[in-house]
């Protein structure tokens, strides 16, 4: 027994990810993981029936496998004429279209065909430059294009998101954020010009204040922020509604959007976040989103450009493939009565996937 459980022990020090929440000392369901193919410009897998594909190629092509495309407001304010100004998290609906006229069995249709701006090859540094660019403007500055961007026609539904964009200063990296006042809608006493007491509002004051990070703080607070990001991307392109009343509940899904595919790329890293820290936040996000709401999407595909970006993705997929796999391999054969597993108790071995769940 002791030789056993030793054996488990072992097993569980690389099984970082896996079942769902223990109920009643047993696990409910097993996550289900496959590795569908890979090569050195792609991978995909099937995670809780959705499945994911990265790949390294231009937005512009990957946008057409796709019904959904999302790209960062920042990021592309730094290609056109346009700015963004809108909250982080934000998210708004085809931004960039030119509207189609045509005639059909002698009647205009009238419709809209979306577009995103991509960098032209005189700007493009290409996947091997991995120099890093923090976001140009500061709150108060005019906003400017930077490049020529190509305004490029895509076949899916465009949606655009405000992301954090980090600068760089004296002080390290600088976050500026608006966020919600914590006084908005509150009241406090005044004096009118007699000395009488009055109520003013303060709703009359900033709804939103700015906020200035710092250093580590300044990567934190984004960083919370491209999780939210993610979430809301993923949350509301599926459908699923979320309770004004309570945030924290299981969001709501009304009807059901069939056959959802999305195409999302890194967000913030063309604006100031640094690549190796946005990775493990985006594909974390992925992973969590699916567990909770499996039946969200049919395929998501991540696109990168850059060849560094795309080793440190297909490591990172590979650590939520293997893990899961082995907790997988390890219910299995006690189910089939293998040796030496068929003779460890289930407790021992929910215990030990309750603290890789908890860690």
Known sequence: MTKNFLVVACLSTVLLHGMEPIENGMATKIETISLLGTTNNSLS???????????????????????????GGHQQELLSEQSCYEKVGTIIGCPYTKFLYRMSD????????????????????????????????????????????????????????????????????????????????????GY?????????????????????????????EASNDLA?????????????????????????????????????????????????VAAPIAIAAIFNFLQEYPEGYNNIYLVVKKRSEFALYKKLLMEYYKPIKAIRLLYLMHKDAVEPFSTVPYDVINHITRLMYNS
């Open 192 to 220: 009118d010009r007699n000395g009488t007491g009055i109520s003013i509002d303060w709703g009359q004051q900033r709804e939103t204040i700015l906020l200035k990070f710092t250093g580590d703080k300044a990567i934190q």
């Open 228 to 276: 939210i990001c993610y979430r809301e991307i993923l949350r509301i392109m599926a459908g699923y509604y979320s309770s004004a009343d309570n945030p924290e509940a299981p969001y709501d899904r009304p009807f059901v959007k069939p056959n959802i595919d999305i195409v999302i790329p890194p967000l913030s890293v063309d604006v100031g976040f640094p690549r190796n």
């Open 45 to 71: 897998l099937i995670y809780q029936g959705t499945k994911i594909h990265l790949s390294k190629e231009p937005l512009s092509t990957a946008a057409n496998k796709a019904n959904c495309t999302i790209v």
């Open 106 to 189: 002698g009647v205009p249709v009238y419709g809209q065909d979306p577009h995103i701006y991509i960098k032209n090859n005189d700007d493009d540094s290409g996947s091997e430059n991995d120099i890093y660019k923090p976001y140009p403007y500061g709150p108060e500055d005019k906003k400017e294009k930077l490049y020529d961007g190509v305004f490029t026609k895509i076949t899916s539904n465009l949606n655009m998101i405000t992301e954090p964009c980090i600068n760089r200063s004296d002080e390290g990296f600088v976050y500026n954020v608006w966020r919600k006042n914590p006084n908005y809608h509150t009241s406090f006493m």
